[in-house]
């Protein structure tokens, strides 16, 4: 079995950052693809970022040279570093993974 948990999240101004982080814990022989997704009120979960097995790179038009998706194979954890945060970007990010989701994180921008 494997759980993600992500955490991070948190309330900041327009124009401020933050990183989320999912961990990945169980039993892993293998790194799996990996995405965050968000899913703002009312609206469908929507792709942000991806990260291949091979280390290909996708982005959301909405995000990209803002965000930015990495992660530490070591520590089976994927990190979102966002950048220059717009209020249009609140919602509750989702990491997924062998096929499984987190529990998500909210992130809320607002002056």
């Known amino acids: 079995q494997v759980q993600l948990v992500e955490s991070g999240g948190g309330l900041v101004q327009p124009g401020g950052s933050l990183r989320l982080s999912c961990a990945a814990s169980g039993t892993i022989f293998i790194m799996s693809s990996m995405g965050w997704y968000r899913q703002a009120p009312g609206k469908q979960r929507e792709l942000v970022a991806t990260?291949?097995?091979?280390?290909?790179?996708n982005y959301a038009d909405s995000v990209k040279g803002r965000f930015t998706i990495s992660r530490d194979n070591a520590k089976r954890t994927v990190y979102l570093q966002m950048d220059s945060l717009k209020p249009e970007d609140t919602a509750v990010y989702y990491c997924?993974?062998?096929?499984?989701w987190g529990q998500g994180t909210q992130v809320t921008v607002s002056s």
């Open positions: 990260i291949t097995r091979d280390g290909r790179i």
């Open positions: 997924n993974g062998w096929n499984r």
